[in-house]
C-alpha cells in the first residue's frame, strides 16, 4: 500500500503566488512606464547662443534657448526671466541684472531674452538665469521654473 505523503505544497497554492507575482510585476512596470512618460512629457531648453556686448561699463547679454523637449508649448505660452547674474570675470564675483524681457515663437519654439547689467561682464563669463515658462490648457494655467546656466562669448 502506498504511503500518504504530508507537508506538501497544494497546486492551488503554487497558481495563486505565480498569478500574484504576475501582477506585482506588472504594477511595477506600469509604474515605471508612467513615471518615464511624464518625465519626458515636458519642455527642455537648451541655450543655443548666448553674447554679451558692452559699452562703458553698461553691458547687456542677450541670448537664444530653444526647447527641444517633448512635450510643446502651445499657443499663447510664454517665456519670463525671472531674475539673471553672471560674473564679471570667469570664476570672479557675480553681478545681477534687469531683465529687459523674452520673446517667445510657438511655432519655432525658440526664446530670445535679454538684461543689461551696470557693470563689465569678460568673455567666458559664466551666467545664471531663473527663466518661468507659463502656458494655458485645458487643465488650467501651468507654470514651469528652470534655471540655465550658460557662458557667454564677447564678439
Known amino acids: 500500500m502506498a504511503e500518504k505523503r504530508f507537508g506538501g505544497i497544494p497546486p492551488i497554492v503554487t497558481v495563486l503566488i505565480t498569478i500574484s507575482a504576475i501582477v506585482a510585476a506588472s504594477l511595477v512596470a506600469w509604474f ?6 511624464a518625465a519626458t512629457l515636458q519642455p527642455v531648453f537648451e541655450v543655443t547662443s548666448a553674447y554679451v556686448s558692452c559699452t562703458g561699463t553698461t553691458c547687456a547679454v542677450s541670448f537664444v534657448m530653444r526647447n527641444v523637449g517633448a512635450a510643446q508649448i502651445p499657443s499663447g505660452g510664454t517665456v519670463t526671466l525671472d531674475e539673471i547674474a553672471c560674473e564679471q570675470t570667469p ?11 523674452c520673446t517667445f515663437s510657438t511655432t519655432t519654439q525658440v526664446a530670445s531674452c535679454r538684461a543689461t547689467f551696470g557693470a563689465s561682464i ?6 545664471y538665469a531663473r527663466v518661468r ?3 494655458t490648457g485645458s487643465g488650467g494655467t501651468t507654470t514651469s521654473a528652470l534655471t540655465l546656466t550658460f557662458k557667454v562669448a564677447r564678439p
Open 91 to 101: 570664476g570672479g564675483s557675480s553681478v545681477t541684472g534687469t531683465s529687459a524681457g
Open 32 to 37: 515605471m512606464w508612467s513615471s518615464t512618460r
Open 133 to 135: 515658462v507659463s502656458h
Open 122 to 127: 569678460s568673455d567666458g563669463s559664466t551666467c
